[in-house]
């Protein structure tokens, strides 16, 4: 079975910190794998791995089946990421953020539009489609964060500690509109569901 995404024996080292010490995982297409643990337990560091944005020292890590070092560019193309802390261009609008993002993806300008303003109405956000991010609310910005890490209807998406500073529901409805396959997310509040079920957070 191809595994949405898979990890064995996952090794990170910071120095004299190892923050992953043989880590295995397996997660089916369809559904929310939850990594749970404590502050510095390594969750944010398996995240970067599987999107290709750390290397491991030890142990391998499939996402969709392709191996997240030796096929990086087809893992970063597969992918979506909401990294822990929003990384939205707080100088640009709402529509402006997600166009260009759109844009870097290869996207038409009329279909980098479209998406944007979809999106935009998926995370309640339209009335302030034109405004500058400053200007927004902490969970404003992470719902634009969390639209941008949807532009390029990613396979797999990855939530790094998705709930924080945002109500549930925002992010439930996103993962029920089957954008992505699958999605791997941290923090504290998620767990496994399937993709029929509900979110217990
Ligand atoms: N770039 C880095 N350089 C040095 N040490 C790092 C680096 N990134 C992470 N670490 C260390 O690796 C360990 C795991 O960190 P990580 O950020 O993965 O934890 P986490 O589970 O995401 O924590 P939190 O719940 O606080 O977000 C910690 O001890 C952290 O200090
Ligand atoms: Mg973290």
Redesign the pocket.
Known sequence: MTYAIEAEGLV?R??E????AGVDLAARKGTVLG?L????????????IFATL?RPDGGWARVAGHDVVREAGVVRSLVGLTG?YAAVDENLTGTENLLLIGRLLGLPRREAKARAGELLERFQLTHAAGRAAKTYSGGMRRRLDLAASLVGRPSILFL??PTTGLDPPPLSNALERGDPHAAAS???CCAAWSRTGRPPC
């Open positions: 990170k910071f120095r910190t190892e923050a992953l990594l643990g404590p502050n510095g337990a390594g969750k944010t560091t398996a995240v970067r750390l822990q790094d500690e941290c923090g504290t």
